[in-house]
């Protein structure tokens, strides 16, 4: 008799979306649900309820039983995977989420950054397997980041380890959310491509005419995916702002090669689906900002291959991966 299959839920949470699944033991996905994150919500347990809502409609279309529940969020997430220290685009302030979500929720529940959740998938199930060192760099609302080190997520002391987005890249740069200036996800992010066609059609650039024409003139209509589909029709004004984030993405992985030397970059997020209209910039200036260019080995720069479901595929593993873990803490055995 075979042994049951183990599934578990994994819920990505960030600035615009909440995505979840059911996902099994080889990362496939099973069931999925998306929904749209509550818009700057001021009170936490909106998005509780929105979490505990996706969960249980979840619970209800898996055929097996669910072992854990994984969180994946958008902000500093502390050492002990249960409390968010600090959302930026979110209401979460030092939020005890894993205790809120188990008083409710049946099934034990563990909290990591969405980023490291990420690359988590993508080093187990997606286009960087086998490869003992990883960065990812999410590009998303802003930037998240990962570090996997044989075969272990880098968290460091306080768990906060990975924040790439909020290096300084620009002293005295456009404000962040973060609070300061100048962070790299100001330059580099699904924000910043955004902002910078927004800039343009407000100045009435016909540089932008193409731009303004399919929103109708109104910047606010305009979003990261209906840039990157004008760039993939031709726009040439679409591709150099995409030419441009990628320059700035590259500058910042050659920064990051300095510190941590991988093997390969990952990239992943909603930016991400650009492809190479995206990656061959990011590549040229990494290659042109890398320290010892010529002389040192060169990290592949890759896409991430599981797209929109790596933050929650990811998430549900490293869930399923604590509980059994502990399960053969308790009984002495190997897992």
Not at 89 to 101: D, F, K, Q, Y
Not at 111 to 134: I, K, L, T
Not at 153 to 176: L, Y
Not at 290 to 307: D, M, T, W
Request: charged share 20%; aromatic share 6%.
């Amino acid at each position: 008799m075979s042994a049951p299959e183990q599934v578990a839920i994994g819920i990505d949470i960030g600035g615009t979306k909440v995505a979840g699944g059911v996902v099994d033991q080889s990362g496939q996905v099973l069931h999925h649900v998306r929904r749209d994150t509550p818009h700057r919500t001021t009170e936490p347990k909106v998005v509780e309820d929105l979490i505990v809502e996706v969960v249980e409609e979840l619970q209800g279309r898996a055929r097996s039983e669910v072992i854990a529940v994984g969180i994946g969020a958008a902000g500093f997430v502390a050492a002990d995977r249960a409390t968010v220290v600090f959302a930026p685009h979110l209401s979460w302030r030092h939020e005890p989420l894993r205790e809120a979500l188990v008083q409710r929720l049946a099934t034990p529940v563990f909290v990591d950054n969405d980023a490291n959740a990420a690359c988590w998938a993508e080093y187990r199930f997606g286009n960087v397997q086998g490869e003992s060192h990883v960065v990812m760099v999410n590009l998303g609302t802003g930037i998240g980041g990962a570090i996997i080190v044989n075969g272990r997520i880098q968290r460091g002391r306080f768990g906060i380890a990975g924040e790439f987005g909020h290096m300084q890249v620009m002293p005295g740069g456009h404000r962040c959310e973060c609070g300061n200036r100048g962070c790299w996800e100001q330059y580099a992010s699904g924000n910043a491509l955004v902002r910078e066609a927004r800039s343009l059609v407000l100045a009435g650039s016909p540089l932008a005419h193409d731009l303004a024409a399919s929103i109708g003139g109104d910047p606010r209509q305009l979003t990261g995916p209906m840039i990157t589909e004008a760039a993939r029709a031709g726009d040439p004004t679409a591709e150099e702002l995409l030419a441009e984030i990628g320059t700035w993405l590259g500058t910042g992985l050659a920064n990051l090669a300095n510190a941590f030397d991988p093997g390969a970059f990952v990239i992943g997020g909603g930016v991400s689906a650009a492809g190479n209209m995206l990656l061959d910039p990011a590549r040229d200036s990494f290659r042109r900002h890398l320290a010892g260019r010529g002389y040192r080995p060169e990290a592949r720069v890759v896409q991430a291959g599981l797209g929109n479901e790596s933050g929650f595929v990811g998430a549900a593993d490293l869930a399923r991966t604590a509980v059994l873990e502990a399960a053969a803490a308790d009984t002495g055995q190997p897992r």
